[in-house]
């Protein structure tokens, strides 16, 4: 497990640091699993219906046969999606008394088992409807795992504050909010930010001897991510691809003659060709769409998923629930807006090779989903969170190139005092953002988005509601102290010496 590998890893100091990150990730994704209300995330039923069939041995099916309050999931779906003015008191036990099994469907059925074989674990410890908050569990700690050792190993070995500052940027509220329902999705962006992170300290960071932390990070993490869902090998090669822009020729010739990249690629490589030969004999990627009828309507679909590309953009910051609860404009735009400039600045200070990875990686994030959804999708279906995880690996490529890449040009003052001005006001539109988001997601479910702000509430979850609050809010301050208390000023980092800049 990769928590094993952590713990082998690490230092006991270093082990602390990611201890203390991933609980306050943790009480985040955990507590906002608590609170949303059943089947309440895009297609969650679907996900856990799938996961009780996974662990029951009806893996790569659409119509699994399951006990009678697991198959009839989807009914706590139908009271509250796509209906705002709805609480979630609309939900109740679905009193179903029998005890044979009932045939349902999902339509992730055909999706690689990994995933479902882990949180379908919460369906054999609660076999019912409330076995969903063992699942979202589940699902979460593993989330959280990544997300803190990816956001630790920052902090320590990062020779500034930007590349952390940057990373916070794609801890969107729609990030954090797959975390907290059961969604393949959020393991996908969780890993291969991890996986960027300790790639890029393999590819191009200083020479050493003997099996480190980035290899085991590198290897967790990439495992985890190519198992998470039909797309993601792809996700990971052109984001190694770009790793190895910024390494350089020489460098990589230097990696092929490394054992431990030898050792880390076929472990990687073993696992990636049992997920691609799952995705070719299913069909993954085809689940639930219409493909194109030719390619040229495939091609013309691309045209119509850019004509509504704010959508995406809205979608990748915020649009959660069933797409039905929409942050507000002003958040997306200006997420937007400091992504942007944070990539722009880097670009700018990158050497001429960096700029080449760097444009990969944006043309990986920006490029890549619209050709995927028109040649497959004829440009509907692909989602915002789909995104997620290239915007992360951009972020990191954009900000540690500029930080700790092999051709890295020390920073002048006016840079570093743009960096020190960055340093608080990401983290601050970080907390403003899910703080403002938190608020009009629990008003929706507990009086609905139209009434009152200050409305009688109609529905409690499963633990007080102050309770959870106090519990996410200290998460989120922990996670936004580490964030702003990185050293603003450090030559090299003190636990990866020997570190190159010229």
Do not use: K
Not at 110 to 126: C, D, I, M, Q, R
Not at 193 to 220: D, I, N, Q
Not at 413 to 425: E, F, G, I, P, Q
Not at 473 to 491: D, E, M
């Amino acid at each position: 497990m990769p928590s094993s590998l952590v713990r082998l890893a690490l230092p006991r100091h270093q082990l602390a640091h990611v201890a203390v990150v991933f609980v306050a990730l943790l009480a985040i994704l955990l507590s906002g699993a608590v609170f949303l209300p059943i089947a309440s995330g895009a297609d969650e039923a679907a996900h856990y219906v799938y996961a009780a069939a996974v662990v029951r041995g009806q893996a790569g099916m659409l119509e699994p046969t399951l006990p009678a309050r697991l198959a009839n999931t989807h009914q706590f779906a139908t009271c509250i999606a796509f209906q705002p003015d709805v609480t979630a008191a609309c939900q109740g036990p679905l009193r179903i008394a029998e005890s044979g099994g009932v045939l349902s469907q999902t339509n992730a059925g055909l999706y690689n088992p990994v995933f479902y074989l882990w949180t379908g674990l919460g369906t054999l410890l609660v076999p019912t409807e409330y076995g969903l908050y063992v699942a979202r569990a589940l699902a979460a700690t593993v989330t959280a795992l990544f997300l803190a050792w990816g956001l630790s190993f920052l902090w320590r070995t990062a020779a500034s504050p930007l590349p952390l500052l940057a990373a916070s940027l794609f801890l969107t509220p729609m990030t954090l909010y797959v975390g907290m329902v059961l969604n393949p999705s959020a393991w996908e962006i969780a890993t291969l930010f991890a996986a960027t992170v300790s790639g890029f300290a393999v590819a191009c960071g200083p020479r050493t001897s003997g099996w480190r932390e980035e290899h085991s990070l590198l290897l967790a993490s990439s495992c985890v991510l190519v198992t998470t869902r039909g797309l993601s090998p792809l996700f990971l090669a052109v984001t190694a691809v770009a790793l190895l822009v910024v390494a350089g020729l020489a460098r990589v010739r230097e990696l092929l003659g490394d054992r431990r990249i030898w050792v880390t690629a076929a472990g990687i490589g073993a696992v990636t060709a049992f997920s691609v030969g799952w995705v070719l004999v299913h069909g993954t990627n085809y689940v639930g769409v219409e493909r194109p009828a030719s390619l040229a309507d495939g091609i013309a679909g691309i045209a119509v998923y850019y004509s509504n590309y704010h959508e995406q953009v809205t979608q990748m910051y915020g649009n959660l629930g069933w797409l039905d609860l929409r942050s507000p404009n002003i958040l997306s735009t200006s997420w937007i807006l400091l992504l942007g400039g944070v990539v722009v600045l880097c670009f700018g200070l990158a050497t001429r090779r960096a700029r080449w990875a760097i444009l990969l990686a944006f043309a990986s994030a920006t490029v890549i989903p619209g050709v995927l959804a028109g040649l497959q999708w004829s440009g509907y279906g692909w989602q915002g969170r789909y995104t997620m995880p290239l915007v992360a690996a951009l972020l990191v490529i954009a900000a540690l190139t500029v930080d700790s890449g092999p051709d890295r040009v020390p920073m002048e003052t006016a840079v570093r005092r743009l960096v020190s001005m960055l340093r608080w006001l990401l983290p601050s539109f970080l907390v403003v953002g899910v703080t403002v988001t938190v608020i009009r997601t629990a008003h929706r479910y507990l009086a609905g988005e139209t009434a009152a702000f200050l409305a009688t509430w109609q529905w409690s979850p499963p633990l007080p509601v102050v309770l959870l609050a106090v519990v996410f809010f200290a998460g989120l301050a922990v996670l936004t102290t580490i964030v702003i208390g990185r050293p603003l000023a450090q030559t090299a980092p003190a636990s990866v010496p020997g570190r190159r800049g010229r």
